[in-house]
């Protein structure tokens, strides 16, 4: 997804529409409450937000018809839920990081035509063309349109965030991220919790916390291959 950089990380995130900052705000949201930074919006092809949630897999509680508590309590399942039944508008679906299996299947049954995604997470890249298993997916006409990753810093933001919740990467999820070329957004994440960092960032609007680690953002991603 074309993303180029503005001249600083203030003009960069106005420049963002209101479902990108309300997904980042639930993903921030989901950080200071414990739970996996990752939060997501649906909203109307001229960009009226209908509901926004964030991850709620650490909470005891939560807003009604939305779930919690348990490891279905994703950010973009807590959306959908929210949607009328046979809801027909084909809405846009934002969210901070790529979706998982669980939620590109959930998308796939919602009334969502476009999904747009900050950051890449290469652990459920490839999850959401359903088409291959069955004839039935193959003939349907309405299909998903995938918007993403940002190539950005916003895009590295929100998957720095999503490295950032509660307990560590598994090893086996750390060897498939690294060797998927994001080793070094996952050691950015193991430096802000090791050196204390999260908690000082917490404190902060989420957009401040983008301005803050802007600098390393940027390092990084100079830092990239081209070509």
């Known amino acids: ?15 963002l529409d209101d479902p990108w900052r309300e997904a980042f705000r639930q993903a921030w949201g989901a950080l200071r409450t414990g739970n996996i930074a990752i939060g997501a919006c ?11 949630a964030r991850n709620r897999v650490a909470d005891s509680t939560g ?11 994703h950010a973009e399942v807590n959306v959908l839920a929210r949607l009328p039944y046979r809801q027909t508008s084909r809405l846009v679906l ?20 476009t999904v747009r995604y900050a950051g890449a997470d290469p652990l459920w890249d490839g999850c959401h063309d359903f088409s291959p298993l069955s004839a039935r997916e193959a003939a349907r006409p309405a299909k998903v349109t995938m918007v993403g990753p940002r190539d950005d810093a916003v895009g590295m933001f929100a998957t720095v965030l999503s490295r950032l919740g509660p307990g560590r990467v598994s090893d086996f999820a750390a060897r498939w991220l690294r ?27 989420v ?8 600098p390393r953002l940027q390092s990084l991603r100079d830092a990239q291959p081209t070509g």
């Open 1 to 15: 997804m074309n993303g180029e950089s503005a001249g600083t990380p203030g003009e960069l995130w106005s420049g």
């Open 42 to 52: 649906a909203s109307t092809l001229d960009g009226v937000i209908v509901h926004a």
């Open 63 to 73: 807003p009604p018809g939305e779930a919690f508590g348990s490891a279905l309590a």
């Open 94 to 113: 934002t969210t901070t990081l790529e979706p998982c299996l669980q939620c590109s299947a959930a998308i796939r049954l919602g009334p969502v035509g």
């Open 179 to 205: 060797a998927s070329g994001q080793g070094v957004l996952l050691d950015l994440a193991l430096d802000l919790q090791e050196s204390g960092e999260v908690r000082r960032l917490v404190a902060l609007d």
């Open 207 to 214: 957009d401040e916390a983008f301005e803050y680690l802007w």
